[in-house]
């Protein structure tokens, strides 16, 4: 099983592709995201979708319109996008503020598994997308 499906990593492509041009302020359309990421366009509208009902990018309407960031690439973690498109990363379910397990005080597996879901929400908490920008910049140039 995969922690981060496969749509997850397009829409952080996606993202990362819109942290690129952050600085310049223009907007994106849906058709040239999906061919430079390679992902088709119908999944394209639907990843940017719910990163824009997750408030993670603004879509602006007309022939000159497209998708934007909604805030600075470096106040957007990989966590955010991950969330918006497949929800919280649980490395197992009883770790889930809602589920009720009968063992949860008694588990000796339950510590090791929180330790390791806290080493990976730290991680996703800290990711941001300027950090995209800045290795497709070193990258480039």
Request: proline content about 5%.
């Amino acid at each position: 099983m995969d922690l981060i499906r496969r749509d997850t990593d397009y829409a952080l492509r996606l993202a990362a592709q819109l942290a690129q041009g952050f600085a310049a302020g223009v907007p994106v359309s849906a058709r040239v995201l999906a061919k430079a990421k390679h992902v088709s366009y119908a999944l394209t509208c639907k990843l940017l979708q719910k990163l824009a009902a997750a408030g993670l990018v603004t879509s602006t309407m007309g022939p000159k319109g497209g998708f934007v960031l909604a805030r600075r690439p470096d106040s957007i973690t990989f966590g955010q996008v991950i969330e918006a498109i497949q929800g919280p990363v649980s490395v197992i379910r009883c770790l889930m503020g809602d589920f009720k397990c009968p063992m949860k005080d008694a588990c000796p597996v339950r510590p090791k598994l929180n330790t390791m879901q806290q080493g990976i929400n730290g991680f996703l908490g800290s990711v941001t997308l300027a950090e995209f920008v800045k290795k497709e910049e070193v990258k480039n140039g």
